[in-house]
């Protein structure tokens, strides 16, 4: 055969592959919503197509006789039905596979989880493990989110309940001095105030949650002497400790500068001393100590609540949440913010608040870094 030959041969193959591509890319965009099948069929079938265009084009180049002609005939026949059942069988698998994938897709939107995928082709694979990750994500969402769902209710549930009872007991005083019945006048004014007081506590306390929560609460560097901050917060709850016959101990309080907000970090403070005196076994003793590294300072407030269960100890600081026993048989903090109120201004800080039991009570731990400058909100 000569140069010439092959060159003609070439030639013609080359125009069926053309022509024979051209219609199968037509027909591909006009077959583009069929089954994945169908498509790998279309490729078999062009790629036989091909073979077999450039096969009768080298046999008629060759003058082949018409015994041998019939044989080649015979032979691409049988080909190109194994091709084609080979195709479909792939298509087949490869079908099921991406049906899996678009059950599985179905499956996240529902809410459920995913089962482990056999194994499938690399390219499947890897878009099994993506869906297979993105089932977990939401899960874990879903679960976070249902937890500050149930945790905002309880809060509001709480929160109403501890407004409703101070407030009651006001009107009821109220009432009582309207009628001329209280027989000591200053002592009903007294205890009006303190109610009013306690409702005010909580109040604050409460605006003072959503601005951490939402980030807005503004926080301004200054140097503070925590010996300063804590001897304030024990003389300020001296009388709450006396009147519970609760000892408040701050000898191991040691000078000890930090750049802190003096307002947030005092109030932060005040609420883990006043968290211990409440809930301390009358006799017992709040112990108060501030130590300091080169990199934070430590105030750490050991009480003699009892302890608290170990499996509540991680949700001693999630907002509005409150448990029946335990503690003294007293429930938890009022309406269940103030330690999230301390851990959220102790976040704020660039700080953690740690909370461990200890022999006869429990330790809070408020760890601040020493040279904290740019402070800003951890929500």
Known sequence: MTSGDLATIAAVVLAWALAIGAVTVVLQ????????????????????????????SAFNAMFITAEDLQVMWFILAIASVLAVVVAVLLGL??????????????????????????????ELSALAAELAATSRNLEESRQRELAVENAR??????????????????????EALEDGVAEDVSAYHQRIITQADQMAVLVN????????????????????D??????DAI???????????IAINGGAVAPTMVAADGASLSRAIRNVVLNGILYSAQGSTVSIAVTSTASEAVVEVSDG?????????????????????????????GAGIGLSMVHGIIQAHHGTLEVANIEGGCRFRLRIPAGAENLRPVV
């Open 29 to 56: 965009r006009l077959l583009r919503s069929a089954s994945i099948v169908v498509q790998i069929l279309l490729v078999v079938l062009a790629t036989m197509a091909i073979l077999v265009a450039g096969v009768v």
């Open 93 to 122: 698998g490869l079908a099921r596979n991406t049906k899996r994938l678009a059950g599985d897709a179905a499956r996240i939107g529902r809410g459920e989880s995913l089962a482990p995928q056999r194994k499938m082709t690399s």
């Open 153 to 174: 209710r309880e809060l509001v549930a709480w929160v109403s309940h501890d407004l409703r009872t101070p407030l009651a007991s006001m009107r009821a005083m109220a």
């Open 205 to 224: 306390d409460l605006l003072e949650l959503s601005k951490i929560q939402a980030g807005t609460m503004v926080l301004k560097s200054q140097q503070l």
């Open 226 to 231: 925590l010996y300063d901050v804590v001897s």
């Open 235 to 245: 003389a300020d709850l001296a009388p709450v400790a006396a009147s519970r016959a």
């Open 305 to 333: 609540c009892g302890g608290i269960p170990e499996e509540d100890l991680p949700r001693m600081l999630t907002a509005g949440w409150q448990k029946d026993s335990g503690r003294t048989k007293s429930r938890y903090s």
